[in-house]
């Protein structure tokens, strides 16, 4: 699934840093990627980065493995 970080606050109904940083923590691990292109929007301001993750995910919080379980 492709999402931006705003997205997947609204999806857990957490706030934005919440999910900025669960993004990076699968980044991080080679769960999620960044599209290479960011989206500009209108007007100033940084672009949108949309995220490549998976549609299911294990994590192991003693390891610290992400396992993927769907694209």
Same mark, same amino acid.
């Given at each position: 699934m492709v999402v931006t970080c705003k997205e997947l606050a609204e999806i857990f109904d957490i706030n934005y840093l919440q999910a $900025? $940083?669960?993004v990076k923590?699968?980044?991080?691990?080679?769960?999620?990627?960044?599209?290479?292109?960011p989206v500009r929007g209108i007007g100033r301001g940084r672009p949108t980065v949309k995220y490549v993750i998976p549609d299911e995910a294990t994590i192991n919080f003693v390891t610290g493995k992400v396992k993927n379980r769907g694209s």
């Open positions: $900025s $940083s669960v923590m699968l980044v991080k691990t080679g769960t999620a990627t960044a599209l290479p292109v």
